[in-house]
């Protein structure tokens, strides 16, 4: 059984309703979850020692929040090389944030990334609950 750390910045709490959904596919698997703001992670110290990765954003602007970008520096340097990851956040029409997390997990850290960012606008829109989940299950099948 692996421990996965789910990161995420929120400004409306829909991102951080995604990431307890992914979480709740990660449990639905058999593996452990912990679920943080971007705001408790202060160092790469707080990255280290888990198998698995998932970081959440939503698109603000085309962006990323910036507390976001902040773990993504930290991450960087915690050495999360080949280890299994995944991306999502909320979005309205765009959702640059979510492959921008994404791509730079697979790209800059060298990540084992899953098939692609999680690209929901919304966990209550369509079926974004079995979605979310299934993510989680999928990076849990990864460990």
Same mark, same amino acid.
């Given at each position: 059984m692996g421990t996965i750390l789910i990161v995420y910045?929120?400004?409306v709490d829909e991102t /951080? +309703?995604?990431a307890e959904l992914i979480a709740e596919g990660v449990r639905q698997s058999g593996h452990k979850v912990e679920v943080k703001t971007a705001q408790q992670i202060d160092t %790469? %110290?707080?990255l280290v020692g888990y198998d698995a990765y998932v970081f959440g954003s939503p698109t603000y602007h085309g962006e990323m929040l910036p507390s976001m970008k902040q773990v993504l520096? *930290?991450?960087e340097r915690a050495q999360l090389k080949d280890k299994p990851g995944g991306a999502f956040g909320a979005y309205g029409w765009s959702g640059e944030a979510n492959k921008r997390i994404f791509d730079? *997990?697979?790209y800059i850290f060298k990540m /084992? *990334?899953?098939s692609g960012p999680l690209m929901i606008k919304a966990s209550w829109v369509e079926d +974004?609950?079995?979605t979310a989940q299934d993510?989680?299950?999928e990076i849990s099948e990864m460990i």
């Open positions: 910045a929120s400004r /951080k +309703g995604i %790469e %110290e707080d520096f *930290m991450a730079t *997990m697979n /084992k *990334m899953a +974004g609950v079995e993510y989680g299950k």
